[in-house]
């Protein structure tokens, strides 16, 4: 069927008035003397207005170095009370969950 062949099923007017709209829509031109850091502090200063939060880092942290030695994953399921006494040491020691048990094993002897 050709265009003009086709069946409008009630709604012929409806398209011709979209066909129409869609006629009227003509891009923009770019506009030229706008920087993109002017766009973007605009940008922000719009998202502050509104109360958007930067999702952006605030500071950089440097990365650490990777361990001297070989490394080896350790996984068991614990009773909740035990697990809360070793985090809370290594909270109250201020490091990791790997330091905190070799803490741990140096303070028993081993």
Sequence with gaps: MSEQSKPGFGFSQTDDAIRDMVASVKPRPRQADVSQSDTAARADDIAREVG?????????????????EPMQQLAMRVPISVLERFAKFADDENVSYPKALALILEKIGR
Excluded: D
């Design 52 to 68: 958007f939060t930067s999702r952006e880092p605030t500071r950089f942290v440097k990365r650490r170095k990777g361990p001297a």
